[in-house]
């Protein structure tokens, strides 16, 4: 079996944006959150789209007052609109010496940097505005909403440079990399935004709890954390190898008790992480190394339609 691929390349980050056809196209298809981008509003007033005409009622602006309906019926008709409104998308992924690791076809950093690049070319396709910011060790680096190709370009390159910085050596962030992220998320998000959260799925264990709720109770969240299957799951061997740079560790997994404890521990990830979906209502998507961003993306998005529906 081929090595997995340790790092992304600037030709994968921008051909996530060919994969954007393989997606919903249509607007309410593309959302994975509760709202997402330019959306098509119930609210009534004055707005981009002619909708329907309805008996005037008080309060209603008299300038939009249709007058052949109301010649015609003898009672003041009034023309409804809808408006069209717009939501920030910002997505925060991580590329910290956690992730730097994979026994699939990829690493966790490469996966988590590829869906952050294919969530911004989809957001851009569907006319947002979009930002987002890559934590790390090396610090933060942002990129403020725009609906231009060139902020989409400018996130790529962050998600690019902290992606190659990685490595054996990298050293850890002292502290919980997220919760650095989340507080200075805080400070640049604006409400009302639409937040994707692509980070390690060992992440859960110190999220700080007061952070992310203050995100989440002003902007709509969608958690996608990064797993490798051999994190849920060990093999049965006498000789396991893992290799970090030059340091080479050997286990004998052929204990059935550590291969449970090793299970049960990834599956209490997994279950705090709906706990914590469900009590910031958001939504969650866990993302494993073993397919690519493309096609978990596109099975989610479908997922998700069919539910609206």
Same mark, same amino acid.
């Given at each position: 079996?081929?090595?997995?691929a ?7 980050l921008?051909?996530?944006r ?8 249509t ?6 959150g ?12 004055r707005g ?5 005409v ?7 602006d008299i300038?939009?007052i ?10 003041v008709?009034t ?12 997505i ?6 956690r992730?730097?690791?994979g026994?699939r ?5 490469v996966?988590?940097?590829?869906a952050?690049?294919? *969530?911004?070319?989809m ?6 505005r ?6 790390g ?7 403020r909403p725009?609906r ?6 400018q996130?790529l390159g962050?998600?690019?440079e902290?992606?190659?910085?990685l ?5 850890a ?11 200075r998320?805080?400070?640049?998000i ?7 959260l ?14 992310? *709720? ?17 994190e849920a799951?060990?093999p ?6 893992f ?6 560790l050997?286990?004998?997994?052929t ?18 992480w709906?706990?914590?979906a469900s009590?910031?209502?958001a ?9 690519s961003a ?7 998005l ?7 529906n």
């Amino acid at each position: 079996m081929d090595a997995p691929a340790a790092y992304t390349s600037l030709e994968a980050l921008l051909d996530m944006r060919r994969h954007c056809q393989d997606l919903p196209a249509t607007r309410r298809q593309a959302m994975l959150g509760r709202l997402a981008g330019r959306q098509r509003s119930r609210l009534r007033g004055r707005g981009i789209d002619f909708d329907q005409v309805r008996q005037y009622q008080p309060g209603d602006d008299i300038r939009n007052i249709d007058w052949r309906v109301t010649a015609r019926t003898r009672k003041v008709h009034t023309k409804v609109f809808n408006e069209e409104r717009e939501r920030p998308v910002f997505i925060i992924c991580e590329q910290s010496a956690r992730l730097f690791f994979g026994t699939r076809p990829r690493f966790k950093s490469v996966l988590a940097a590829e869906a952050a690049a294919l *969530t911004a070319w989809m957001a851009l396709a569907h006319n947002d505005r979009v930002g987002g910011m890559v934590f790390g060790a090396g610090g933060f680096h942002e990129v403020r909403p725009r609906r231009s190709r060139r902020a989409i370009l400018q996130l790529l390159g962050q998600l690019l440079e902290a992606n190659l910085r990685l490595s054996p050596e990298t050293a850890a962030v002292p502290d919980e990399p997220l919760n650095l992220a989340l507080r200075r998320s805080r400070e640049i998000i604006r409400p009302g935004s639409l937040l994707y959260l692509l980070c390690d799925h060992s992440a859960i264990d110190q999220i700080s709890l007061p952070l992310i *709720t203050a995100l989440a109770g002003h902007n709509d969240l969608v958690l996608l954390p990064v797993h490798d299957p051999l994190e849920a799951s060990l093999p049965s061997s006498p000789a396991l190898e893992f290799a970090q740079g030059e340091q080479r560790l050997t286990l004998n997994t052929t204990s059935t008790a550590l291969r449970e404890a090793w299970a049960a521990q990834f599956l209490a990830r997994q279950q705090n992480w709906q706990k914590l979906a469900s009590r910031l209502r958001a939504s969650l998507h866990p993302l494993d190394t073993s397919r690519s961003a493309v096609d978990q993306l596109q099975h989610l998005l479908i997922q998700h339609t069919r539910r609206r529906n």
